[in-house]
């Protein structure tokens, strides 16, 4: 559980002060999922089924089976831990781009909900991953996995993808809903700026707002029609040009969602924490979005103008997820490359620090959560040979920053609520 979370898991060699590593802990534990559930959940009363999707499922689940007692559950997740209950069979999914698994995950997802009855109660337990650990798509598994990975490398937003992911599966854009006699009650943990249903895990349990038109126009956004299969172009002609929204809405009136938790309430938490340890503390924002090196460089420029000028110890703290278009075939992921974008723009700067985290611990295809970066990082790459431009030339982060000893290696933190960046002036 992130209450109990050591705060020693977010040091590196240049974050060692204890007071930024409880700041991180706190937002953490803000949005610790186990806690959520068991402060968000409503009464409910008879048969009650559980049903927990995304890299959040476990703590989720869990609280959700401590409260009640549970007629049958199933959790689909990203990595399933070996200290699991046992009083519900653990499936894991693959992530960020479904595979064989995902499929097997899917087929047993609409089992297990169809087979529920009228007077049963679902409870569904949604947090972000969802989306690829779990689909029942309408083209071919190889398709799908294609079209993933042109979205992912192409710069698109979450949001965008998961517009395409709703035209081409069954489980999404309310499809899990619609496969279920039985009420059901969503407790959702948001990583999707702004909070729409629709768009966290692709809405298993929310109507659609979107058409086939809304998704081709993603593709000739970013350029891909030429690129992506035959398939996925004939099913999006053969869709609806108009929104069904309110038809879809009406047959889903047998469901409560509620959002749980979200990135402006870690935000929150860690400038109250801030202010406890004695910063001067200001949120810029929880909704940052846009090319992780644009916004690395934008917001490490801040910190150069102002660092002169802020009361000591000055912290900002900025929430959202930016995304990356690869250029290159380097190792990394989008706080990693945020972080990279900020190291020449600090040079020479004293006792300054940039932290950019992943809040699922899992940023892009590594084991890094993201990096940390000081006014010595130029220097001490230098040191080593390495130059922050030519390795962002090539998004090629992770080896950059695990030379330097700065890599986040928190490990899975069990919940999932976007990204966190602390700009601090010591």
């Not at 007077?119 to 079209?147: F, K």
């Not at 053969?238 to 870690?266: E, Y």
């Not at 703290?317 to 600090?346: H, M, S």
Request: aromatic letters at 4%.
């Amino acid at each position: 559980m992130i209450t109990d979370m050591d705060a020693n898991r977010f040091r590196t060699h240049s974050l060692q002060d204890a007071r930024l590593l409880r700041i991180l802990s706190a937002a953490l534990a803000a949005v610790d999922p186990f806690k959520a559930v068991e402060k968000y959940l409503p009464n409910v009363e008879g048969n009650v089924f559980g049903l927990g999707i995304g890299k959040a499922a476990i703590p989720m689940m869990e609280a959700l089976a401590g409260r009640i007692p549970l007629s049958g559950g199933l959790a689909v997740t990203k990595f399933a831990p070996r200290d699991a209950s046992g009083l519900y069979p653990v499936i894991e999914g693959g992530h960020p781009i479904p595979d064989a698994r995902s499929l097997q995950a899917g087929e047993r997802v609409l089992e297990f909900v169809s087979s529920l009855k009228k007077d049963d109660t679902l409870v569904c337990l949604i947090s972000g991953g969802g989306s690829a650990l779990v689909t029942v798509p309408s083209v071919r598994l190889e398709d799908l996995q294609t079209l993933t990975a042109l979205l992912l490398s192409s710069g698109a937003r979450i949001d965008e993808i998961n517009i395409l992911r709703r035209q081409l599966d069954r489980l999404k854009g309310g499809g899990l809903a619609r496969a279920t006699k039985a009420r059901i009650v969503s407790l959702i943990l948001s990583d999707v700026i702004g909070n729409p249903l629709e768009a966290i895990a692709s809405g298993p349990t929310a109507p659609d707002p979107t058409t086939s038109e809304d998704a081709r126009q993603i593709l000739r956004k970013y350029k891909l029609e030429k690129q992506v299969p035959n398939s996925i172009l004939e099913t999006l002609e053969s869709g609806s040009l108009l929104p069904n929204f309110r038809k879809q809405a009406a047959g889903l009136q047998n469901v409560q969602n509620i959002i749980i938790g979200d990135n402006r309430l870690a935000a929150l938490a860690a400038l109250k924490q801030a202010e406890q340890e004695g910063f001067q503390a200001e949120i810029l924002t929880h909704e940052l979005q846009g090319e992780a090196r644009d916004a690395g460089h934008d917001l490490a420029r801040r910190l150069r103008i102002d660092s002169s000028t802020k009361p000591r110890p000055f912290c900002w703290i900025a929430g959202g997820e930016t995304t990356v278009t690869i250029r290159g075939d380097g190792k990394g992921g989008r706080n990693q490359e945020l972080a990279l974008a900020a190291v020449t723009e600090l040079a020479g700067l004293k006792d300054v620090l940039l932290i950019s985290l992943a809040s699922d611990g899992d940023d892009g295809p590594t084991d890094a959560a993201g990096a940390v970066v000081t006014g010595e990082s130029a220097r001490r790459a230098e040191s080593l040979g390495l130059a922050a431009a030519r390795h962002l030339s090539r998004n090629d982060a992770y080896p950059f920053f695990e030379a330097l000893g700065d890599l986040l290696k928190t490990g899975p933190t069990g919940t999932n609520v976007n990204d966190l960046i602390l700009m601090c002036i010591l």
